[in-house]
């Protein structure tokens, strides 16, 4: 079996893109995009959160 060579991924790409079309793949990509930027920002906000709180508790 092996590895797939590069024809093979080419027909796979051709055979999803005329199954789903290039709007909804673009979508499907947009939607991902902004999942991820949502979880770096959530990721982010604990972080700020936790270094608020050490300054907080340090002036007290």
Same mark, same amino acid.
């Given at each position: /079996? $092996?590895?797939?060579? #590069?024809?093979?991924? %080419? =027909? =796979?790409?051709? #055979?999803?893109? /005329?199954?789903?079309?290039? +709007? *909804?793949?673009?979508? #499907?990509? *947009? &939607?991902? $995009? @902004?999942? =991820? +930027?949502?979880? +770096? @920002?959530? %990721?982010?906000? @604990?972080?700020?959160?936790?270094? @608020? &709180?050490? +300054?907080?508790?340090?002036?007290?």
């Amino acid at each position: /079996m $092996g590895s797939f060579s #590069i024809w093979h991924w %080419l =027909v =796979v790409l051709l #055979i999803v893109v /005329m199954v789903f079309g290039t +709007k *909804k793949l673009k979508n #499907i990509g *947009k &939607d991902a $995009g @902004d999942a =991820v +930027k949502g979880f +770096k @920002d959530a %990721l982010n906000g @604990d972080e700020k959160k936790n270094n @608020d &709180d050490e +300054k907080t508790s340090q002036k007290s």
